[in-house]
């Protein structure tokens, strides 16, 4: 549903500060927008993370094979995932704040 | 006696820099939430300084010298439960406008019931939080400086209590800012220039090989406080040495591989290359078992592992502590901002802990004997370099570690005294109209009374591990608070009624899981593991209950849309103010920052 007509002379910000059912229906795009963008970061999270435990049970050769004398298993526990928490929350916090921008620039439109 | 200077010198300096706090505190609104004009890198490095708690400092490196290097993952999740807080709750929660979760659960669900629910849960999470900081001040105290356990602990409770009540929340970023460094050089340093001066990690056969931890070319002696129960992990000849009058006899023995034995009070003494006994209640784990990250029953089970890594996932953004510091951000992008940096702070100190844990393993290995593992961050560096070096290191790592009660405690008593004078004395005192002065003393008040419970809970709880009551901190977290952030947030059918049930029922499933693991004496298997760390459990449970007791409400108020705008509007579009009146602004200055215009 696109929430288009707009009386005449009305921002859809009119609309939000008044509290209409237009407003709401904004308003929910938005949200609707950040959850996704949200509940996208965590899959990603999810599959990174989720995994390692299973692997490091499932796969031998992750306790076996040794790089400069430490277990891989313990090297992929301590130095990659900081980082890609790191990477992933910055790339997320870009996107979140460009999700508003978007909505700020839609709303205030004649 | 240098360890003595250091932890008098962290303590000094952050009464010092709580007084130059005071000085700039004078309205209510500065005592509690710093005015809202921290910048993102004061806000981060408060926030990492406040969440390194005893637990980060000392018990992950203990913890992995005991029971090998699946506490690894607990780092992991300290520090992944800050993505949870920046993907779902960080930017809505600060445009709320909210100072407590009481304001949020009572605003959000228009209940003011709820509101006392949360304010319990709150006072619960802090207070159990606030005892193993306290314990761990008393166990640290004695080892650097021998002075009785009580000391650490009224110290600590005093120094945070002075300084919250006179310096509050602004006085108090600063320091938890400065704590924060303090730390990350107290843990990185003495790691650095051990890595350094051992050329790597030395004894791989007893890290990552078939052996026991050994008890070195020339033997070890070990201190026994206190008779001690021990098990052999392999047959080894041991002599105790008692002295009575003056006179020291000598006893040998011969230990069979699995014995378990009681030592007597006095001296252990190792034959070189022997394999050192464990206390009781832990496991002599050989390298390889001990390097598994996960693998095995109980603790070192997967579903541990992941129940584990959900708690401290989850479990992040219900800590009263943490969230208060959000809404010190000026605004709703300030917050994500703010989170992404501690993201990257916390992932710099956790590359250490570990790296006391492998080395306590082979150089302090006479720890194992006495259970006392917890200790290792402080007492590498001596049992590293006797002599002066080991002295100087020694007494770093015991500033950083104080560093770390204090910063966690005061952290913890700001969301007592706050829960207390804003929502619990409010109800209980009959005065209706309340001037700055009145809530600036209440605050105050709170301050010492939040502190004096926990320090007696703290005497008694004397034996309580550190880990038991961290784990649970965060169960708890996860099962209550979690869920009514994640719903309350993101959906709008959530009731307060759902909500009540909801954390009623995940704080109950928690918190017995955990009490009938200890009653049982933490049985094996994947149940043990259940019983330990419940989160994988009692997180669905609170979720679901909460879903299915708010769809099926008879009654359906009013859609939330004004409590949704406060959430998720961004700022510059000048609307009106919605969200949480703020009683501690109002009357200070009516008008909140809002954001880029």
Known sequence: MQPTEQPEGRTPRDELADATAHGALYLRRLRQRQLALSLFALIAFGAIVGVLPLAIDVVPELTRV????????????VVPLPPIFLILGALYARRADALDETFRELVRRR | MIAILAVAAVTVGTVGLGAIGTRIARTTSDLLVA???MTPWWNAAA???EYLSAASFLGIAGLEMQNGTTALWQSLGFTAGYLALLLFVAAPLRRFGSYTISDFAEARLRSPRLRGLASAT??????????????GAGLTLNVVTGAPYFVGVLLVGLVVAVNVGLGGMRGITYVQAFQFWLKVFAIALPACLLLIHLGGLPARAALFGDEYPRAGAHGLVVQIPAPQPVTFPAATPYTILVSSHGAVTARTFHAFAGELTTLPTGRLRLPADADVPVSSGTTALPGRDWARPV???????????YSLLIATFLGTMGLPHILVRFYTNPDGPAARHTTVRVLGLLGVFYLFPGIY????????????????????????????????????????????????????????????AGTISHDVWPRISRERTTTGRVRRLRFRLAAVLGMVVPISV???????????LVGWAFALAASTFCPLFLLGIWWTRLTAPGAATGMVAGALVATSGIIVGLVLGEPGGVGGALLAQPAIVSVPIAFLTMIVVSLRAAERGSPPDAEMLALHAPEGLDLPETGV?????????????????
């Open chain 2, 35 to 37: 005015s809202r004009a």
């Open chain 1, 66 to 77: 040794e790089l400069l004398g430490i277990p891989l298993a313990i090297w992929l526990l």
């Open chain 2, 47 to 49: 926030i990492s300084g």
């Open chain 2, 458 to 468: 703290a005497f008694f709880a004397q034996g309580v591990d550190i880990a038991v």
């Open chain 2, 581 to 597: 009146r703020d009683p501690f602004v109002l009357g200070e200055s009516a008008t909140r920052p809002r954001f880029r215009e």
């Open chain 2, 295 to 305: 693998g095995g029953s109980g603790e070192r089970s997967p579903v541990f592992v």
């Open chain 2, 122 to 135: 709150v006072l619960l999470i802090a207070g159990f939080y606030l005892v193993p900081q306290l314990k």
């Open chain 2, 357 to 416: 844990g492998a080395l306590g393993r082979v150089l302090a290995p006479q720890l194992y004997v006495t259970g006392a593992t917890d200790t290792v961050v402080l007492r590498l560096p001596e049992a590293a370099w006797p002599g002066t070096v080991g002295n100087v290191l020694g007494a770093i790592t015991a500033a950083g570690a104080f560093a770390a009660f204090l910063s966690t405690s005061s952290g913890l008593l700001v969301s007592i």
